[in-house]
């Protein structure tokens, strides 16, 4: 069995040889191009990955144009910026191969000094309580390394296309009954600046997503 991984890629020219280079067997990648200005698309062709190209710029739009382009029963989504380890897709994924689960969340674990700073772990500490209030499940992490089925993704009717997506899809996951699970995965230092701590501008408007879909959505 083919299980489909969806990397959200916008300028990972320098990161992009490692994370498909150490993408298991059986897994394949989905690589989709948000507007790159470097040679992000032609790397990841040259790698064998499949390349989606999403014009319209933001996070969300393309996690959903990758999981429009997969066809695998069951989907994964990582970052495409070597802060996460694709040989850990597997512990990941087994929870819905096995139907323990209808959604899992890699929950970081920094490995190095310097891969997750201060305030973004405090923000995402945040989040992750009130998330655990709102939908009763056990959740540490927001989880960029995640698992589900393509086909109850869909269902879900997702509609963020910035940085609430991620957030989008736990709370309707929950609110639609799955079980929803997370498993330890390593985090390490990141390739490049990233788009959301690395600049002001990135963090108020991933913030500013997010509220708008806590305030949206409410999971009984």
């Known amino acids: 069995m083919t299980i489909d991984v969806i990397l959200p890629c916008l300028n990972e020219e320098a990161a992009l040889g490692w994370v498909l280079g150490r993408m298991p067997g059986g897994y394949r990648a ?14 990841a062709r040259d790698l064998g990955a499949l390349v989606v190209a999403e014009p319209l710029r933001g996070f969300g739009a393309a996690c959903h144009a990758g999981l429009l382009a997969a066809s695998s029963d ?16 597997p512990r990941v994924a087994a929870p ?9 969340l890699g929950r970081r674990r920094p490995r190095a000094a ?15 309580a009130n998330l655990r209030r709102r939908t009763g499940a056990s959740l540490h992490d927001l989880g ?9 993704l869909l269902e879900l009717g ?7 997506y991620p957030l989008e899809m736990v709370l309707r996951a929950a609110a639609a009954g799955w079980p929803i699970d997370e498993v330890d995965v390593d985090y390490l230092p990141r390739a490049g600046r990233s788009k959301v701590t690395g600049t002001l501008r990135g963090t108020l408007r991933a913030v500013s997503d997010m509220r708008r879909v806590m305030a949206e959505i409410r999971p009984h």
């Open 30 to 43: 989905i690589v989709v191009d948000n507007g790159s200005t470097d040679r992000s698309a032609q790397v």
């Open 96 to 104: 819905v191969m096995d139907g323990r689960a209808g959604l899992v």
């Open 114 to 128: 310097g891969a997750w700073p201060p305030h973004a772990r405090l923000g995402n500490a945040v989040l992750a």
């Open 144 to 152: 960029p390394m995640r698992a589900a089925r393509r086909a109850a």
């Open 74 to 89: 069951l989907v994964c989504f990582m970052d495409a910026d070597a802060s996460l380890d694709p040989g850990q897709l």
């Open 158 to 164: 997702l509609t963020d296309r910035r940085f609430g």
